[in-house]
């Protein structure tokens, strides 16, 4: 069959599976309430790796998934998450993450805090029993520190999806829930930067990071003066600038490419077409990175081991996060229900998982096998959500009296 099959068949096969077989299941299975597409095409993805339909059809998955196919789908996956990730910087506003600044920063801190101590004890307890999940070029401290904040992320993307099917996305509660979550997607990447840190090439880090706060500026002076769609064009010029210094850097691109994003202004383009944009990349590209992210996951632990791994990292992301908040609520004083809500709505990980998960991978600070549980551990997180707040507040959704809490 190998010898039959030209790669450019095999390619517009596998091209055909990615946007066919998820989107299948999503509108056949009806499974909006419990995982929307973009966690269907995520599965989809693990699936289709070597890992599942790998080992269920070996000879056909090596037929299609030759080394030429891999790399084209490979190129098309890293340019879609390039985008994506800038996209992602841009709509993260600054300005409204610090309003309201106490609140924000003591509920987004201990959101933070708890799930990334409670998963970095979880990770050391892993690693006694699994010392197969550690990557070849990582310290101790890095990998535990590296599961850590993978049990604390929370993906802003997948959680403004989420909130605008439960309709809570415009009013005062989801506004406040941006907020804290845009917060802690600025620790993350700050603690990502730390944890990649390499003392061979650290005077180009900083070198990096020294030419991106001088060049920020103009960029941004820039930017402002231009049309909307010649915005775009130099906007585009330097995310792959940013993307490319930062990888030759030692960082991995996927930290220029947001940080590209950061100091944008998500008021310089018109709303309607951006959110065409995003959702273009979503539809159209990024379930290519998600096959491409499937075909990295590994069992070489055993199928139930990962699975085990997985559980752990889950339970940890949970109960850090429900214990963060609940403190949270305690200082501040929120209202009944409200540290339920919001401790739900931060636990969505999905995309921004995968991609922290993808750079620690890159960049040998964990395994495979540690790369395949942080996939499923993501998956199940934000399939939780949605369940978890609906069997409290029922098809009524969220009362008024929390959705006004602002």
């Known amino acids: 069959m190998t010898e039959l099959l030209h790669p ?29 597409l973009v966690v269907v095409q995520i599965v989809a993805g693990i699936v289709l790796g070597p890992g599942v339909a790998g080992a269920l059809f070996p000879e056909a998955h090596e037929a299609l998934f030759q080394p030429a196919v891999v790399a084209n789908l490979n190129g098309l996956a890293w340019w879609a998450v390039i985008i994506f990730l800038w996209l992602a910087g841009i709509e993260l506003d600054l300005k409204s993450a610090w309003s309201g600044r106490r609140e924000t920063i003591v509920t987004a801190g201990l959101a933070l805090a708890c799930p990334l101590l409670v998963g970095a004890a979880a990770a050391w307890a892993l690693l006694q029993w699994m010392p197969g999940l550690i990557g070849p070029k ?36 989801g506004q406040r829930v941006l907020r804290y979550a845009s917060l802690d997607d600025i620790a993350i990447w700050i603690v990502l930067a730390l944890i990649l840190v390499d003392g061979d090439r650290l005077l ?86 998600f096959l491409s992210t499937g075909l990295r996951t590994e069992w070489d632990a055993g199928g139930g081991a990962v699975f ?53 991978l890159d960049k040998g600070v964990i395994s495979a096998d540690a790369f395949t549980a942080l996939l499923l551990m993501a998956v199940a997180s934000t399939m939780l959500t949605i369940p978890m707040i609906r069997r409290r507040y029922g098809k009524g959704g969220v009362p008024e009296t929390l959705r006004s809490a602002g």
């Open 204 to 289: 180009h880090q900083v070198g990096f990071l020294a030419a991106f706060a001088v060049l920020a500026p103009l960029v941004r002076r820039g930017l402002r003066t231009l049309r909307e769609l010649d915005r775009w064009a130099l906007g585009l010029m330097w995310l792959l600038a940013c993307a490319l210094g930062s990888d030759a850097s030692g960082l991995h691109f996927m930290v220029g490419a947001f940080l590209a994003g950061v100091i944008i202004d998500r008021q310089w383009f018109d709303e309607a077409r951006f959110d065409l944009v995003r959702n273009t990349v979503l539809v159209f590209m990024m379930p290519v990175f």
């Open 308 to 360: 085990i791994a997985a559980g752990v990292l889950l339970v940890a992301s949970v109960v850090g996060k429900r214990l963060g908040i609940t403190l949270a609520a305690r200082v501040l004083g929120w209202k009944p229900g409200e540290a339920y809500l919001i401790g739900w709505l931060l636990q969505t990980k999905a995309l921004i998982e995968i991609i922290f998960a993808t750079i620690l």
């Open 8 to 36: 450019k068949t095999a390619y517009l096969i596998v091209m055909l599976g990615i946007f066919t077989l998820p989107w299948l299941f999503w509108r056949l299975a009806r499974t909006e309430d419990i995982a929307p």
């Open 138 to 173: 990582a310290s101790g401290l890095q990998f535990v520190a590296a599961l850590g904040m993978g049990a604390a992320v929370t993906a802003l993307p997948i959680l403004m999806l989420l909130m605008e099917k439960l309709g809570i996305l415009r009013t005062p509660l």
